[in-house]
């Protein structure tokens, strides 16, 4: 079993940054491909990025060149970093760490942004 936290979701204005965390309750980025996804209200939860357990990334096309996810291996934590950012990226932003058939979500964590 895997716990996953979100944090560092809020409130910012369009082109400001955020960087969103996922805390994993132990190591897994070795064996498991990490995820970010969101939903906003009204649609269906979509892919934002991807980093396997090789490294290799992996980005929507709405949010490539803007957006950057990473992982710290030593705090079993993968980050988002969030720049430019748009009123289309509103959303519940979702973690989440997946080994063929076997996945695990976070809670989720709102990032809204408006002026």
């Known amino acids: 079993q895997v716990q996953l936290v979100e944090s560092g979701g809020g409130l910012v204005q369009p082109g400001g940054s955020l960087r969103l965390s996922c805390a994993a309750s132990?190591?897994?980025?070795?064996?498991?491909?990490m995820h970010w996804y969101r939903q906003a209200p009204g649609k269906q939860r979509e892919l934002v990025a991807q980093i396997t357990s090789g490294g290799f990334t992996h980005y929507a096309d709405s949010v490539k060149g803007r957006f950057s996810i990473s992982r710290d291996n030593a705090k079993n934590t993968m980050y988002l970093q969030m720049n430019s950012l748009k009123s289309e990226d509103t959303a519940v932003y979702y973690c989440?760490?997946?080994?063929?058939?076997?996945?695990?979500w976070g809670q989720g964590t709102q990032v809204t942004v408006s002026s």
């Open positions: 989440n760490a997946r080994r063929a058939v076997e996945q695990y």
């Open positions: 132990r190591s897994i980025f070795s064996d498991y491909a």
